[in-house]
C-alpha cells in the first residue's frame, strides 16, 4: 500500500548539519501524518518530529526543538527533515513512518503509524 524511502543520513561533527528524506510511493492520497523517529542502540525508538500531511501542524519532541524542521513538499510526495546544530546525543537510526488516518493522533507516538522505511544512520561526532 505505501513504501517510505529515507536518503540523507551520514556522519557530522557536532554543530554541523544534516537533511533527510523521505520519499512515499503507492497510495499517497490517503496520507494523515508522516513522522521521524530516532532509535539509539540500547534505548527505545523515539518520536522527533511529525506534520500533517496537506497541512500546517507540526510536532516536535523537546530535546530537537529549534533545532529541526520538518517540512513537506506534497507535489513530490515527500517530508524532508532538517537538522541543525546536531549533537552526539542525536546519533541513532533515524526512521521515517507515516499513517493513513488524518484524525487527530499522538503524533510522536510509534504505535500511531502503520507504515515504516528502513531508516538511515545519523551519527555526530564530538
Known amino acids: 500500500q505505501l513504501q517510505l524511502v529515507e536518503s540523507g543520513g551520514g556522519s557530522v561533527q557536532a554543530g554541523g548539519s544534516l537533511r533527510l528524506s523521505c520519499a512515499a510511493f503507492?497510495?499517497?492520497?490517503?496520507?494523515?501524518?508522516m513522522g521521524w523517529f530516532r532509535q539509539a542502540p540500547g534505548k527505545e525508538r523515539e518520536g522527533v518530529a511529525s506534520i500533517k500531511i496537506g497541512g500546517i501542524h507540526t510536532y516536535y519532541a523537546d530535546s530537537v526543538k529549534g533545532r529541526f524542521t520538518i517540512s513537506q513538499d506534497n507535489a513530490k510526495d515527500t517530508v524532508y527533515l532538517q537538522m541543525n546544530s546536531l549533537k552526539p546525543e542525536d546519533t541513532a537510526m533515524y526512521y521515517c513512518?507515516?499513517?493513513?488516518?488524518?484524525?487527530?493522533?499522538?503524533?510522536?507516538?510509534?504505535?500511531?503509524?502503520?507504515?515504516w522505511g528502513q531508516g538511515t544512520q545519523v551519527t555526530v561526532s564530538s
Open positions: 513512518a507515516a499513517v493513513f488516518s488524518g484524525a487527530p493522533i499522538q503524533a510522536l507516538a510509534a504505535y500511531e503509524y502503520g507504515f
Open positions: 503507492g497510495y499517497t492520497y490517503s496520507l494523515g501524518y
